[in-house]
């Protein structure tokens, strides 16, 4: 396993090893010597060999686990095995699967079962239909096996190179200029219609409401589909960045609701040591609450390494309206899943020293009271926008 350095500097970091049902991890005496604390709370930078005993990932500590798939990318893996004619995968087989076509500045090696990279020019038209017979069916597609393998999330959705005028290139190679890093997103059959330009809307929204957030396009192609698409945050050019999520730093697992926004808050205290970090993600929360994403769980928010490999709040992404597992937010808001209340927000408020509650709450409220103004301005349908409004946007604090 290989990390990749802010300074275009690629180091080993250490050997995954099977062993008896069990999955042995060591650093390398190298890497030790750099001193980074890749996932701290779990695998701290020491000498000795590493065992995942809780399990939580099938016997992978977080900070790999947060390389492999869930949903859509999960999906493409599976056929494309099966393609193999391998039945029973191993985690270590789906990470030496990804080898070098990982999120995030670890990659895996040796890497086995690749594929070529070289793709003729792309359409995100075709990409899209490609994925829905993939959803629809058992078929698989080279293009998306390579673009969306390692992708999460439920979503379709390919990582690609895009120019200024939405030109499509694979996203995994070292990209030429004028060219970026974007992941972008098709839609299925739970989504709402218009779902690219809904989630476009609110990063929009978000953005108002002082959020971080990396940069959005909404393209639009043939046959009147638009596609969200979001710059991706681990990766600044070519270089790669190292990104962990909370659910991988904490051994939380995204499936189950576990976790309080009190743990987000208190993880972002410990790794950043930044007051203005925390307000940033007291932010996200309020957002979350006030526009109705109820689909908070771990693996949507996310920490980065800066230049200096000090840990910084990810931008925030995956910001749409949504219903929640039995309505309820994936994580809890002072122990209140459903219907949080302006109480459950001054205690986490005076807990992490968050001055000017009421202010910063009337800032991301009047942010999302634009939502009908801007779906108009992006010509979602009336029956959406009044329907997002009715059900999401009236319940607020």
């Known amino acids: 396993m290989r990390f990749h350095l802010i300074q275009n500097q690629v180091i080993t970091v250490g050997h995954l090893v099977p062993y008896k049902k069990q999955i042995l991890f060591e650093y390398t005496p190298e890497f030790i010597k750099t001193g980074l604390a890749l996932s701290p709370f779990y695998l701290p930078n020491k000498s000795g060999v590493f065992i995942e005993k809780e399990r939580v990932f099938a016997g992978l500590y977080g900070l790999f686990n947060d390389s492999l798939p869930d949903g859509w990318g999960l999906l493409l893996m599976d056929r494309a095995f099966r393609q193999l004619g391998i039945k029973?995968?191993?985690?270590?087989?789906?990470?030496?699967?990804?080898?070098?076509?990982?999120?995030?500045?670890?990659?895996?090696?040796?890497?086995?079962?690749?594929?070529?990279?070289?793709?003729?020019?792309?359409?995100?038209?075709?990409l899209a239909e490609k994925a829905q017979q993939v959803l629809t069916g058992t078929k698989i597609f080279p293009a998306l096996q390579l673009l969306g393998g390692s992708s999460g999330g439920a979503r379709p959705k390919v990582i690609v190179g895009l120019n200024e005028v939405n030109q499509v290139i694979s996203g995994f190679d070292e990209l030429p200029k004028g060219y970026e890093h974007y992941l972008v997103k098709f839609s299925q059959s739970q989504d709402f219609e218009e779902a690219g330009a809904i989630e476009y809307v609110y990063s929009l929204m978000a953005t108002q409401a002082g959020i971080d957030l990396p940069k959005t396009r909404l393209i639009p192609v043939e046959n009147n589909q638009r596609y969200f698409a979001i710059k991706r945050f681990d990766r600044e050019g070519n270089q790669r960045i190292h990104t962990q999520t909370l659910g991988g730093l904490i051994h939380a697992d995204h499936r189950i609701p576990s976790c309080d926004y009190d743990t987000y808050l208190q993880v972002t205290?410990?790794?950043?040591?930044?007051?203005?970090?925390?307000?940033?993600?007291?932010?996200?929360?309020?957002?979350?609450?006030?526009?109705?994403?109820?689909?908070?769980?771990?693996?949507?928010?996310?920490?980065?390494?800066?230049?200096?490999?000090?840990?910084?709040?990810?931008?925030?992404?995956?910001?749409?309206?949504t219903i929640g597992m039995a309505g309820e937010h994936a994580m809890s808001i002072n122990g209140e899943g459903k219907h949080p209340q302006l109480k459950d927000l001054k205690v986490l408020a005076k807990k992490y020293n968050v001055c000017h509650l009421t202010e910063i709450i009337e800032q991301v409220k009047d942010a999302i009271s634009q939502w009908s103004n801007l779906a108009k301005q992006y010509d979602i349908q009336p029956h959406i926008i009044h329907e997002i409004q009715k059900n999401y946007l009236c319940h607020v604090l």
């Open 88 to 126: 029973t995968i191993t985690p270590l087989e789906r990470l030496s699967y990804l080898g070098e076509r990982t999120m995030g500045a670890l990659t895996y090696h040796p890497a086995q079962f690749q594929q070529s990279d070289k793709l003729s020019a792309l359409q995100l038209s075709v």
């Open 269 to 321: 205290q410990v790794l950043t040591k930044q007051q203005l970090a925390i307000k940033q993600a007291f932010r996200r929360m309020l957002f979350n609450i006030i526009a109705h994403n109820r689909d908070d769980h771990v693996k949507n928010f996310s920490f980065r390494f800066d230049k200096q490999a000090q840990w910084q709040l990810a931008p925030a992404y995956d910001l749409m309206p």
